[in-house]
């Protein structure tokens, strides 16, 4: 009974040791215009420097504002991307994105 009590309480405290970040879209900002901003328009109703990269409201709006969606497809493969972001980076761009729902 000993033992059970204690893997329960280990469990319990792994459990609140996991990554509780929240996204920043703040942060995601910054990072759109070091790393996005060169194909991709970033701001609201801009028009992209590359034909074949859509602006950021028009990724938002593909995927329903959603920020998870979007961080999936952003962390997902993107052969014309000039970097590889990971999972909180992609998460932080989605949160910005996200935040240009009108």
């Known amino acids: 009974m000993k033992r059970c009590s204690l893997v329960m309480a280990t469990l319990v405290v792994a459990g609140m040791a996991t990554d509780a970040r929240a996204a920043d879209a703040s942060r995601g900002r910054s990072l759109a ?4 901003a060169s194909c991709h328009s970033i701001a609201p109703r801009a028009r ?3 034909a074949d990269a859509p602006p950021f409201d028009v990724i938002g709006r593909k995927y ?3 920020a998870d969606r979007i ?3 952003i962390a997902g493969p993107h052969p014309k991307m000039n970097f ?13 994105i ?5």
Request: charged share 20%; proline share 3%.
């Open 33 to 36: 215009q070091d790393h996005c």
């Open 48 to 50: 992209s420097e590359v």
């Open 64 to 66: 329903g504002f959603d």
């Open 71 to 73: 961080a999936h497809v």
């Open 84 to 96: 590889s972001p990971r999972a909180a980076a992609a998460a932080d761009i989605a949160a910005y």
């Open 98 to 102: 996200a935040t240009l729902r009108n």
